[in-house]
């Protein structure tokens, strides 16, 4: 099958040869990288340089934007811009964040899921990171169903029936909501262990951190579900400042009256979804 990736990057100098040298390991290799330079102030480009000049398979793009890290709509619309440079001739596509290493069969296997699975939608692996004493361990949401931000797959009819990443906070939470809406299905492999070489969060701010309330409330979730939500990330973080940072950002985005990501029909399906979970996970 074939595919190409999408790497958005801002000051990845530490990590970015990792990452690429990862690629260029693959037994199935993509049709082409492209290499999103955003706005980048370090050594970075010259990095993605040096890799354009010595292999054909990489193309660099120079975006210009905030050099706030913040997620969502900085790294979709980085994105965004690469995936204007290719054309539609792919069965699968991938955004990539620039400090992962992969596996050498990592997109082998999962072309092998989206080819023995027609309805599959978006897949990956599970990401690892180091711990105080160096080992490397599995850092993933409870849900293990989900696949993270840093490493996502799409196949080309999902990618077309979501139309693309939506342009904020909860982009990779919504993009799997309104693959489900569409029919499609979600697949994480714990077979392919991805080498994560930033902890997750690290550059966020509390004002990124707030965006999660609000990026609950434009996926129409509602005020309980949101609560819940929020409840067990904080539980998860050992938190309980995550918890009201979710629902201080919730209520200004209803104070606002905030553009919701998705229509209302499915919003109900993502309500009528999470529930069906909550209930799942408590008769657990």
């Not at 074939?2 to 037994?27: G, M, R």
């Not at 400090?99 to 023995?116: G, Q, R």
Request: charged share 25%; glycine share 6%; with cysteine.
């Amino acid at each position: 099958m074939d595919y190409y990736i999408v790497i958005p990057i801002h000051n990845e100098e530490a990590f970015l040869k990792s990452t690429l040298d990862s690629i260029l390991q693959q037994t199935l290799l993509p049709k082409e990288v492209i290499l999103v330079n955003d706005n980048s102030t370090d050594t970075t480009e010259s990095i993605i340089d040096k890799y354009c000049s010595e292999n054909t398979l990489f193309k660099k793009l120079n975006s210009n934007s905030s050099t706030q890290h913040m997620p969502g709509s900085k790294v979709i619309n980085a994105f965004n811009k690469g995936l204007n440079l290719l054309d539609y001739n792919y069965d699968f596509i991938v955004k990539l964040d620039a400090d992962v290493i992969l596996p050498s069969n990592y997109f082998e296997v999962i072309s092998a899921h989206f080819k023995t699975n027609k309805k599959l939608g978006i897949a990956g692996g599970f990401i690892y990171e180091q711990n105080s004493t160096g080992k490397w361990v599995l850092n993933h949401p409870m849900d293990k169903d989900h696949v993270r931000g840093a490493i996502k797959a799409y196949s080309k009819a999902c990618f077309k029936a979501i139309d693309g990443l939506k342009n904020a906070m909860g982009w990779d939470t919504v993009d799997e909501l309104l693959a489900r809406f569409n029919g499609f299905s979600i697949h994480t492999d714990t077979q392919l262990k991805v080498k994560h070489l930033r902890p997750t969060g690290k550059a966020y701010n509390a004002k990124a951190k707030r965006l999660q309330g609000k990026a609950m409330y434009t996926m129409r979730y509602g005020f309980i579900i949101t609560c819940i939500a929020s409840l067990k990330m904080a539980m998860k973080n050992k938190s309980i400042k995550s918890f009201w940072n979710n629902m201080l950002g919730y209520i200004q985005a209803t104070r606002n009256n905030t553009a919701y990501l998705v229509t209302e029909e499915e919003g109900i399906f993502i309500k009528k979804l999470r529930w069906t979970n909550i209930k799942r996970k408590i008769k657990a």
